[in-house]
């Protein structure tokens, strides 16, 4: 009897463990975006964006200190919203981005703040230079998605200042400020598949990953059921 009962918690447990166990998401590089803004010579402070982010994320919303992150911003694709400033960020004085095409951030640890809040501690890549950074993070929702292919979906919002000098983009100093001021939005799509952040799937024409057996549709086949 104690010999069932035993068996019959470890069972118990290792469900409990099994439900709790952090989803893989994986990031929607069309709407997720990383702004950026950097002083003027005084003047204003500069407003860019990049898009076209990738990555993949691991979290379980009930315990954040499980959650890590991996991802990937391609500098190529940053608009100060005039072309000559655009190639002049690019430039070997400034970004370097031929020879540093990306930019990574791999979480190294997170501290949770409440249900909704997070420090995400990780390690910057940029300029060939990795340095740590921390991101205050929001999460916003976290819910099936209400258009097709329906699929459960986080959303985030983020915060950080870094010192550009700090990766060796020290390029213009008199014009340029040194701070810059980084806002993320990002949007992940779960994907019990993801196993590497560089192997991106499908995307449709509406730049969401096309569903890959990971849609919260209702079936009328009970093997296909899943909780949204």
Known sequence: MIKRLTLALLLCAAST????????????????RVMFAVEHAGFSHALGTVSGSEGTLSFDPD????????????????????DKWNKAALARNLLDAERHPDATFVS????????????????LTLHGVSREVELAVTLNALKRHPLPPFRRTAGFS???????????????PSMIGDDVQLRIEAEA???????????????????TPAPVDDSDTPSSSPARKRSP
């Open 158 to 172: 983020a915060t950080a200042t870094l010192s550009r000098s700090a990766f060796g983009v020290d390029g213009w």
């Open 108 to 123: 190294t640890r997170v501290e949770p703040v409440d249900p909704q809040h997070a420090r995400v501690i990780g390690q």
């Open 189 to 207: 799509l779960r994907d019990r598949n993801a196993t590497d952040p560089q192997d991106t799937p499908s995307v449709d024409d509406a730049g």
């Open 63 to 82: 315990d954040w200190t499980t959650a890590s992150l991996s991802v990937r911003v391609p500098l190529q694709r940053l608009d100060l919203g005039d």
């Open 17 to 32: 463990a099994a439900a709790a166990a952090p989803e893989t998401y994986r990031l929607d590089p069309v709407h997720t």
